[in-house]
T-cell receptor, first 116, second 112 residues
């Protein structure tokens, strides 16, 4: 079974600084998807960024980027120029590639605090 | 707005009762997923339906059941409720071959 581990229950960062959230996963599949979701106090699940395992290039979305190390099964999220609105719980998630879709397996989450 | 609608947003009920949570997926999405988010268990996958048929089952209790109707909306039925069933229940939908599944805003269930 696939597992996702986030070893940092809490992280904090100063506004305008950079922070990196860690995630490792375990799978025997060769092709899959990885995601970072943000859950603010509203509890809505918001997709931040996604990575397809067969793509070697790291995904980037504005201030958010990932460091995808397939061999090490590591998928970290870097947030640059942190803003107060980035404060939230962040979940790393894994998904197998299937034509009918497949479940997301989530990590435990990292609570990010942004200090003004 | 993700396009996935969940009702009700909040639900308070007593132990032993039965409730039904409803999910309307995005237009054209064939897959519906149910997840439970509780404080001590994190985000757990419950069940997936694809075009009306059960496709995958996760950590869903026998007291819980779900179905997907011909119009593709889905319902999650929770019966003989216990205090520990208090959680946020999310529905997500996708077309199947999509990379991404889109989440509804969740139903907050409180069992008292």
């Amino acid at each position: 079974a696939q597992t996702v581990t986030q070893s940092q229950p809490e992280m904090s960062v100063q506004e305008a600084e950079t922070v990196t959230l860690s995630c490792t996963y375990d799978t025997s599949e060769s092709d899959y998807y990885l995601f970072w979701y943000k859950q603010p106090p509203s509890r809505q699940m918001i997709l931040v960024i996604r990575q397809e395992a067969y793509k070697q290039q790291n995904a980037t979305e504005n201030r958010f980027s990932v460091n995808f190390q397939k061999a090490a099964k590591s998928f970290s999220l870097k947030i640059s120029d942190s803003q107060l609105g980035d404060a939230a719980m962040y979940f790393c998630a894994y998904r197998r590639k299937e034509t009918s879709g497949s479940r997301l397996t989530f990590g435990e989450g990292t609570q990010l605090t942004v200090n003004p | 707005d993700s396009g996935v609608t969940q009702t009700p947003k909040h639900l308070i009920t007593a132990t032993g009762q039965r409730v039904t949570l409803r999910c309307s997926p995005r237009s054209g999405d064939l897959s519906v997923y149910w997840y439970q988010q509780s404080l001590d268990q994190g985000l757990q996958f419950l069940i997936q339906y694809y075009n009306g048929e059960e496709r995958a089952k996760g950590n869903i209790l026998e007291r819980f059941s779900a179905q997907q109707f011909p119009d593709l909306h889905s319902e999650l039925n929770l019966s003989s409720l216990e205090l520990g069933d208090s959680a946020l229940y999310f529905c997500a939908s996708g077309k199947g071959g999509d990379v991404e599944a889109f989440f509804g805003q969740g139903t907050r269930l409180t069992v008292v």
